[in-house]
Each structure stands twice: as C-alpha cells, then as structure tokens.
C-alpha cells in the first residue's frame, strides 16, 4: 500500500506560476511511474505529466513548455512546477503512483485545487 499526499495548489491570477508537491509513503518509489493528473469540473480525470525514476518526462500537449515534471528519488517526491498559467488549467489536480513490476497497481492522491482567474 503506498499513501500520496499531495499539496501546492491555490489561487492564482492568468500568467502565474504554482508548485505542487506529492510525498509518498514507500521504500520502493523506484519502481514507480509518478505523475499528476487533473480533473476539471464536468470533465474527465486527464493526463498532465509522467516521469520515470530515470528522468523520462511525458507531457499533455496542452501543458508542454509551462509545465516541468520532477521527482526526488532520496525523498520520494514528485513535483509539478506550472508556469504560465491558464483558466484552463482549473482543476483539481492528483498525484499518481504506477507500480510497474506485477501486480501492476496504481495509487492516487487526495487532490489539490488549482483555481486561476483574476
């Protein structure tokens, strides 16, 4: 069982930056794939970002060049910096654990509000 806390998010005005942060519980982070996800009102939960424990970054077109993907494999954490922020951007955003190695499972947390508008 692996517990994500993640934390960072608040309002912002059109143009800003935020930082999300995601802790998790574990002594095998390594194994996992982490990202963030965001769920808008009405919408569907999407992909914003993955990273391996490599360094290998995938990104949502939507988000590529305003948005950096990190983690810190010693403190097994997993950070989101977003920059440039849109009102498209509002959503509740989730960190994601992907265990790679059998039995693949996948872990979420609680989510944390992203609000942008003036």
Same mark, same amino acid.
């Given at each position: 069982?692996? #517990?994500?806390?993640? =934390? !960072?998010?608040? %309002?912002?005005?059109?143009?800003?930056?935020? @930082? %999300? =942060?995601?802790? $998790? =519980?574990?002594?095998?982070?390594?194994?996992?794939?982490?990202?963030?996800?965001? #769920?808008?009102? !009405? &919408? #569907?939960? +999407?992909?914003v970002a993955t990273i391996t424990s490599g360094g290998?970054? *995938?990104?949502?077109?939507?988000? @590529?060049?305003?948005?950096?993907?990190? @983690?810190? *494999? $010693?403190?097994?954490?997993?950070?989101? #910096?977003? *920059? =440039?922020? &849109?009102? +498209?951007?509002? $959503?509740? /955003?989730?960190? *994601?654990?992907?265990?790679?190695?059998?039995?693949?499972?996948? /872990?979420?947390?609680?989510?944390?509000?992203?609000?942008?508008?003036?």
């Open positions: 069982q692996v #517990q994500l806390v993640d =934390s !960072g998010g608040g %309002l912002v005005q059109p143009g800003g930056s935020l @930082r %999300l =942060s995601c802790v $998790a =519980s574990t002594s095998t982070f390594h194994i996992y794939v982490m990202g963030w996800y965001r #769920q808008a009102p !009405g &919408k #569907q939960r +999407e992909m290998l970054t *995938n990104y949502a077109d939507s988000v @590529r060049g305003r948005f950096t993907i990190s @983690r810190d *494999n $010693a403190n097994n954490t997993v950070y989101l #910096q977003m *920059n =440039s922020l &849109k009102p +498209e951007d509002t $959503a509740v /955003y989730y960190c *994601n654990a992907h265990r790679t190695l059998l039995p693949r499972r996948d /872990y979420w947390g609680q989510g944390t509000q992203v609000t942008v508008s003036s």
